[in-house]
């Protein structure tokens, strides 16, 4: 491998994402915002941005996730790296208000 496809593999390029949170019913709205606050700031610190944000509320889950049958639904378009998707996820899993989350790259097809 030369080095110029070397440089370029470790090149993180923007790539569109959508992601989908689902947070417990009871979250006060300004722990929402900031939650939403919290993953544009972690896209933003690596050029990233949102293109959509739209809060679906409050929807019956599909199956019973741990005590919770409702959840409040946010979905979110973004341009974002993949390293910016790891670290996001992680935050996510460690939110307590969190109940599920999923980060899709539209870019693979």
């Given at each position: 491998m030369a080095a110029s496809e070397l440089l370029k593999s470790r090149v993180e390029n923007l790539r569109d994402y959508?992601?989908?949170?689902?947070?417990t019913t009871d979250t006060p709205k300004e722990k929402v915002e900031a939650i939403l606050e919290g993953i544009s700031k972690t896209i933003a610190e690596k050029e990233g941005s949102f293109t959509e944000?739209?809060?679906?509320?409050?929807?019956?889950?599909?199956?019973?996730?741990?005590?919770?049958?409702?959840?409040?639904?946010?979905?979110i378009k973004m341009k974002a790296k993949p390293s910016s998707i790891r670290k996001i996820s992680t935050?996510?899993?460690i939110s307590e208000q969190v109940i599920?989350?999923?980060a899709?790259?539209?870019?693979?097809e």
């Amino acid at each position: 491998m030369a080095a110029s496809e070397l440089l370029k593999s470790r090149v993180e390029n923007l790539r569109d994402y959508e992601l989908v949170v689902i947070l417990t019913t009871d979250t006060p709205k300004e722990k929402v915002e900031a939650i939403l606050e919290g993953i544009s700031k972690t896209i933003a610190e690596k050029e990233g941005s949102f293109t959509e944000v739209n809060h679906w509320g409050k929807r019956k889950l599909a199956y019973l996730i741990g005590r919770y049958v409702e959840g409040y639904y946010v979905f979110i378009k973004m341009k974002a790296k993949p390293s910016s998707i790891r670290k996001i996820s992680t935050d996510l899993r460690i939110s307590e208000q969190v109940i599920r989350h999923m980060a899709i790259n539209m870019d693979e097809e």
